[in-house]
Nanobody, 119 residues
């Protein structure tokens, strides 16, 4: 069992930055690929970014490429999402998730953290 707790969301002006954190419980954090997803009001949840177990390979949605950076710290059992040059369309609830096997559904999800970008 893995528990995920996101933090770092908030209200930010367009063009600003936020860093989201996702703290994982348990000693198996390094066994999971970690992802960030988001869901805006009235929209489907969408993929934002993913980082492999080793941290060496990352993936991004086209909409955030060049602005967001995912990273992980195995010593702290934490995955981060650095979000720069934020836009109003980045407003959403952001969720982190843990995936044990590539290509299969994510196994565990956090409760989400709200990000609101105003112009």
């Amino acid at each position: 069992q893995v528990q995920l707790v996101e933090s770092g969301g908030g209200l930010v002006q367009a063009g600003g930055s936020l860093r989201l954190s996702c703290a994982a419980s348990g000693r198996t954090f390094s066994s999971y690929h970690m992802g960030w997803f988001r869901q805006a009001p009235g929209k489907e949840r969408e993929f934002v970014s993913r980082i492999r177990r080793s941290g060496g390979i990352t993936e991004y949605a086209d909409s955030v490429k060049g602005r967001f950076t995912i990273s992980r710290d195995h010593a702290k059992n934490t995955v981060y999402l650095q979000m720069n040059s934020l836009k109003s369309e980045d407003t959403a609830v952001y969720y982190c998730a843990a995936q044990s096997t590539s290509g299969l559904p994510y196994d565990y999800w956090g409760q989400g953290t709200q990000v609101t970008v105003y112009s």
